[in-house]
């Protein structure tokens, strides 16, 4: 794996006793927040990466969701799935997305605040997720993600956000949705095109709001690509696609990733752990001097 595909996104150091103050503090707001912001993940994917994607991703990121399903074609043994009736077609990616959040609503839509859409090769934090939604009410008709141009003519300057990095509806934009996607008027009734723009022109029609999901510092928390992309200057050109079609400003540098993210596209099944592991389990010696001390003289004790 390249040196910068394991890169630490959070950290944080362990006393003798396994536990930081720090952490056990993060780990408390952790609980409340999953008590507080309840967050349903549905992740698409099909029977052919049930076990070299979907599982990876129930092992890692997705068992912190309040609840999570695996929206397919057949069912599996080692994934909660729900069975949709649409062909394993990237072309027909809206119609899932469309059936996927009805089945949704009409059977599970009290068992969260939050609906999560991602793909089986998405990684969310989830932690980070359910604090930025904190201050809003999942009665709010809103929804979040990657921000990009809308395409086509508009009367209003609005966006929608990125299917690949994911987006989250609150409870009342689900209903809205559900409810509303019927209407030739303002949602494709076919199947076919781009899930995430048809699903931005379906809410914007509906009047959900399209979120603004970036911290305090205006730095995108969603991002459609690994985190090396967005880390590197003069990694991509000044005609790269994200640059292009970003409805806010974007930039690659060192200072521009946000010490928050929410979600990142394009992530394989190594890095899914590796994600995992520097975020949960890495920790700095240096951050705690006792402890690094007592191991340091325990190891030249029995040199």
Not at 161 to 172: A, D, K, P, Q
Not at 234 to 263: H, I, N, Q, T
Request: hydrophobic share 35%.
């Amino acid at each position: 794996m390249p040196y910068w595909d394991v890169m630490m996104l959070t950290a944080g150091a362990r006393d003798p006793d396994g536990h930081s103050p720090r952490q056990l503090s993060n780990e408390t707001l952790a609980e409340q927040l999953r008590r507080e912001v309840r967050v349903l993940c549905w992740v698409l994917t099909t029977p052919k990466y049930h076990k070299s994607r979907a599982v990876h991703v129930m092992r890692t990121w997705g068992k912190r969701c309040n609840k999570i399903y695996f929206m397919t074609s057949e069912p599996d043994d080692e994934l909660p799935t729900i069975v949709l009736n649409k062909s394993d077609k990237y072309d027909v990616l809206w119609g899932k997305t469309k059936e996927a959040f009805t089945h949704i609503y009409d059977h599970m839509r009290d068992e969260a605040d939050w609906f999560m859409k991602a793909d089986d090769d998405t990684y969310v934090f989830l932690e980070n997720l359910r604090y930025m939604l904190y201050p809003y009410s999942p009665d709010q008709a809103i929804y979040f993600g990657y921000n990009f141009k809308m395409i086509g003519a508009h009367k209003k300057n609005e966006s929608y956000m990125s299917g690949g990095s994911g987006y989250v509806l609150s409870r009342e934009a689900l209903r809205i949705f559900a409810e509303g996607l019927n209407d030739s008027t303002k949602c494709r009734q076919e199947d076919n095109h781009a899930e995430d723009v048809e699903m931005g022109r379906c809410l914007l029609n509906l009047d959900v709001k399209a979120g603004d999901s970036r911290d305090s510092k205006l730095r995108n928390r969603f991002y459609p690509l690994l985190p090396f992309d967005m880390l590197l200057s003069g990694y991509s050109g000044l005609d790269f696609w994200l640059y292009k079609y970003a409805y806010y400003s974007v930039r690659s540098c060192m200072d521009c990733l946000s010490e928050y993210p929410v979600a990142f596209h394009y992530v394989n099944p190594e890095q899914l752990y590796v994600f995992d592991f520097f975020n949960y389990d890495f920790q700095l010696p240096v951050q705690n001097r006792v402890k690094w001390a007592l191991e340091l003289e325990y190891e030249y004790e029995y040199e």
